[in-house]
């Protein structure tokens, strides 16, 4: 039920906050994150993790030993989730609160899951980027981690699981552009591909951003999205990153590389500059699922680099 509610509000609602890679693939990504972390690191995680008011709920029906990977793999989508919650509420990256990490103050910071690069491909006039977005809130957060940083073991677990989430996010193409064009040059632009409209192989249309939000499927469970990884043809754990961008921990970098991708990949032929449905090609869904599986398997490389570092 939930993986129908999810896909009707990226149809129905073109400005919906946005979801990067749906639950399934930001829990492939903690997964494998999750297996190059350090026993210690691991320990150290699953303290913090205990800290998050969901953690009951990550571990129920984990297999018996299983439950710190389970609860692991299940916070990667904590930060979506709470947008769903009845007692957490909307906020504005114009609010005097937006930049401040409240541990657990039940603002949801929609706006903190992405990084909107401004670009237009036929001159349209770019208005001031936003001040607050997911790069400087998650090099907040990850300064916040070590032991020896100024912070709270309850502002740690808070940070902890939005990072989770934001290596994952920022490695998702459309989370970090907004494209301006003559068709499309409304406050905040396309917001990454949430007023375009594309007709996949599967005869449905959809949004830009959704498709590429679902290439690793939809509402899963963790087991399920486990299995999935782990596939011999078609999981992520048989894709190898990039050694040399594996080592480059700046979420800047990150944003950077995923808005030339969306320039590359997710605006390419036969995606139009205005709101004209498209029917995408094979070699477009093709490039695409190459994408998304090369960019989610080098986030889970570098968010296990990352947690290594600040909570050894």
Request: proline fraction near 6%.
């Amino acid at each position: 039920m939930r993986a129908t509610v999810l896909f009707a509000m990226f149809v129905a609602i073109p400005c919906a906050p946005a979801f990067a890679w749906w639950d399934e693939g930001h829990m492939q990504i903690a997964y494998l994150a999750y297996k190059q972390l350090d026993p210690v690191v691991k320990e150290r995680a699953d303290a913090l993790l205990k800290l998050n008011p969901d953690y009951a709920v990550w571990t129920a029906g984990a297999p018996a030993g299983a439950e710190k990977e389970y609860a692991f793999v299940h916070a990667a989508t904590w930060a979506d989730d709470i947008k769903t919650k009845e007692d957490y509420y909307d906020d504005q990256v114009t609010d005097t609160t937006a930049k401040q990490i409240t541990p657990y103050g039940h603002l949801k910071h929609s706006y903190w899951h992405y990084k909107d690069t401004l670009y237009s491909p036929d001159g349209t006039t770019l208005p001031a980027p936003d001040p607050v977005d997911a790069v400087t809130q998650l090099k907040t957060m990850i300064a916040k981690l070590p032991a020896s940083a100024n912070a709270s073991e309850i502002m740690r677990s808070y940070c902890l699981s939005w990072t989770l989430h934001l290596v994952g996010d920022l490695h998702q193409p459309l989370h970090a552009v907004a494209r301006y064009t003559a068709q499309i040059p409304d406050n905040g632009g396309d917001r990454g591909g949430n007023l375009e409209m594309v007709i996949p192989a599967t005869g449905q249309t959809v949004l830009l951003h959704a498709y590429w939000d679902g290439i690793f499927g939809g509402y899963a469970s963790v087991a399920g999205a486990i299995t999935d990884a782990d596939d011999k043809f078609n999981g992520l754990k048989n894709v190898t990153p990039d050694a040399a961008k594996v080592s480059n921990l700046d979420p800047d970098t990150w944003a950077q590389e995923s808005f030339e991708l969306a320039k590359q990949a997710a605006y390419a032929a036969p995606i139009r500059n205005d709101k004209t449905p498209v029917q995408l090609t094979r070699d477009y869904e093709t490039n695409a699922r190459n994408v998304a599986r090369s960019q989610a398997a080098l986030a889970a490389a570098r968010l296990a680099n990352l947690l290594n570092g600040t909570l050894k």
